[in-house]
């Protein structure tokens, strides 16, 4: 009996520990979802940029002065192109930085979370071992308290019958002897 009540409350530990496994695929669930948003931010620096080094090679061929040569218009107009560039560069590095920090932090997170649930699972299997030898001592215990009641049962038929004949041979003899009187 007491068996069932230890299964009984192992249900609640149990119940706690699925709820914990959902919760923390929910969790990763939402920490992938802002990772892809900063992924797709750096995309979309990175398309910028190739769209500015587009415009800046368009700029090194574009030669708007006489006889075909390039100005001072042409050549400020590329180098303010090129320091867009360099700009759009220093923000997809700190978008990157940024990405592999979350990646860093990410994997400290699921590594807590495997010792979390490392130690979890050593705590019930201790758990489990604990209850597995009480389970085997009960049985032991029980084996023991049947043994002694068909013992018992055996001594009490004995002594049963043992009443019977000796009321019977009572009762012989008294009829015996009520005879010869």
């Known amino acids: 009996m007491e068996f069932r ?10 119940s706690i520990f699925y709820l914990l496994l959902i919760s923390t695929a929910l969790s990763a669930q939402n920490d992938s979802s802002a990772y892809i948003t900063q992924r797709n931010k750096v995309n979309h620096l990175l398309t910028e940029r190739s769209a500015k080094f587009g415009q800046y090679d368009i700029s090194l061929t574009r030669r708007s002065g006489i ?8 050549l400020q107009a590329s180098n303010d192109i090129l ?10 590095f700190a978008e990157l930085k940024i990405l592999l920090d979350y990646k860093d932090f990410e994997k400290k997170e699921i590594e807590n979370r495997a010792e979390t649930v490392e130690g979890r699972i050593d705590r019930f299997q201790i758990t489990i071992t604990g209850l597995q030898k009480k389970n085997e001592k009960l049985k032991a215990e029980s084996d023991t308290h049947i043994e002694q009641y068909n013992k018992m ?12 004949f000796s009321g019977y041979y009572l009762y012989r003899l ?8």
Do not use: H, W
């Open 153 to 164: 049962i055996i001594y009490m038929l004995a002594l049963i019958l043992a009443l019977i």
């Open 5 to 14: 009540e230890c299964l009984k409350n192992m249900k609640i530990p149990l």
């Open 67 to 74: 006889f075909g040569l390039k100005t001072k218009r042409d």
């Open 83 to 92: 320091t867009q560039i360099v700009i759009t560069d220093n923000e997809v």
């Open 174 to 181: 008294k009829k015996l002897r009520g005879s010869d009187i």
